[in-house]
Structure formats: structure tokens, C-alpha cells
């Protein structure tokens, strides 16, 4: 069974269509992340939340707006994407303490803009 | 900056033989953590194997097993007894041990290919 699990698991949207991913949690991880995975490709970091704050943001264009309601969830919010955004979109939480604690990763949400 | 290399970019096996998938990382940290994850065609990536660095001792999971080399700055998946389930994506991971540091760094990944 699949400890983080993101929802929903495809989705299809419009350039102009507003949609939000979201990642839920009860492992009591402090820190969860977004990830832009394109086929046959590692994931490529797009945001970091450690206690419900925002942490790392890789420059990732304005479109996707990460959001952090609390400790167990995670949302991503799209608005304009483009066909270039299409891909596998992966959340993932980890212990913030002790240090080096393994991601643990859902099974992602494969996102297709038409 | 930190860079993990994986120049294996497919890797074929026979079902039940021994495969080593290679991986070497640049840091100039001495605290730091490696990680193996598998991405099966399903797509949910999963930890395989976890090492610290500070611990000589090779981590070993069943099948799986590391030779960790630290001075080579070389960190290789030996898997033994290869099974059909064990055709995936295999990314090797970095991470520093630096408190307040969240950032995993990905090699680019082998795709490893077991023939029945």
C-alpha cells in the first residue's frame, strides 16, 4: 500500500483550465516535496515544505503555485499550464530528524495538457 | 555543488544472474547519505537500499547490496539472483547531512532490462 498517496491519478486540462494536484500523508513527515518527472527521466525538484513552510522553490514558472495547508497535506495549484507541462507529477514526504531519512514517494499523477 | 553520474543508461541481465548497476557522485562534504530507489513501469518509486556515510559497512537488503567506496566517491547496486520483478528504472540519490538540508540529487537513472 501506497503511504503518500496523490490524487487524482490522470488528469487531462486545457491550457486555460485551473486544476490542483494533491498529496496527503500520515506518517508524521515534516518535510514533503513536488517532483516534474518526464518519461525515462529523473525527478526533477519543483518545491519543499519542511513544517508547513515553504523551503526550496527551483524557480519553477508562476503557473504552478504550491500550497501547504498542513503537516499532512500538500497541494499543487495549475492555472495557464502548457503542453510542455505535461508529465508525471510526483509528491513525496520524508522525517526531518534524524538527518538523511529516504523520500517516500506516491504513485504520482500524470498530467496531460491539450 | 553535488552531482550524482550514472553512465549506465540500460542494463540487461538474466533471470537469476548477478547484475551491478554503477553509480559515482562528487561531493565535498564528509556527512552525506546515498540512496538506490526503483521505478517499475508502474511508476512508484520505491527506496531499495539506504547507506550513511560515515559507516564503512556495506548496507545489504536480501538481494540487494552495495560497494560503497568512499575515497573513489563510488556507490554501485550489486543485484543477485535477478527476478523478473526487479526490471525497473534504478536511480541513484544523494543527499547531504547537513541538518536543515532537504534536497535529494538524482543520477539520471539505468534502466535495467531481465530476460527469462
Known amino acids: 500500500d501506497t503511504e503518500v498517496t496523490q490524487t487524482p491519478k490522470h488528469l487531462v486540462m486545457g491550457m486555460t483550465n485551473k486544476k490542483s494536484l494533491k498529496c496527503e500523508q500520515h506518517m508524521g513527515h515534516r518535510a514533503m516535496y513536488w517532483y516534474k518527472q518526464k518519461a525515462k527521466k529523473p525527478p526533477e525538484l519543483m518545491f519543499v515544505y519542511s513544517y508547513e513552510k515553504l523551503s526550496i522553490n527551483e524557480s519553477v514558472p508562476s503557473r504552478f503555485s504550491p500550497e501547504c495547508p498542513n503537516s499532512s497535506l500538500l497541494n499543487l495549484h495549475l492555472h495557464a499550464l502548457q503542453p510542455e507541462d505535461s508529465a508525471l507529477y510526483l509528491c513525496?514526504?520524508?522525517?526531518?530528524?534524524?538527518?538523511?531519512?529516504?523520500?517516500?514517494f506516491g504513485d504520482g499523477t500524470r498530467l496531460s495538457i491539450l | 555543488a553535488q552531482t550524482v553520474t550514472q553512465s549506465q543508461p540500460e542494463m540487461s541481465v538474466q533471470e537469476a544472474e548477478t547484475v551491478t548497476l554503477s553509480c559515482t557522485y562528487d561531493t565535498s562534504e564528509s556527512d552525506y547519505y546515498l540512496f538506490w530507489y526503483k521505478q517499475p513501469p508502474s511508476r512508484q518509486m520505491i527506496l531499495v537500499i539506504r547507506q550513511e556515510a560515515y559507516k564503512q559497512q556495506n548496507a545489504t537488503e536480501n538481494r540487494f547490496s552495495v560497494n560503497f567506496q568512499k575515497a573513489a566517491k563510488s556507490f554501485s547496486l550489486k543485484i543477485s539472483d535477478s527476478q523478473l520483478g526487479d526490471a525497473a528504472m534504478y536511480f541513484c540519490?544523494?543527499?547531504?547531512?547537513?541538518?536543515?538540508?532537504?534536497?535529494?540529487?538524482f543520477g539520471t537513472g539505468t534502466r535495467l532490462k531481465v530476460l527469462a
Open positions: 540519490a544523494y543527499r547531504s547531512g547537513r541538518s536543515g538540508t532537504y534536497k535529494y540529487i
Open positions: 513525496a514526504s520524508s522525517q526531518d530528524r534524524p538527518t538523511g531519512q529516504p523520500q517516500h
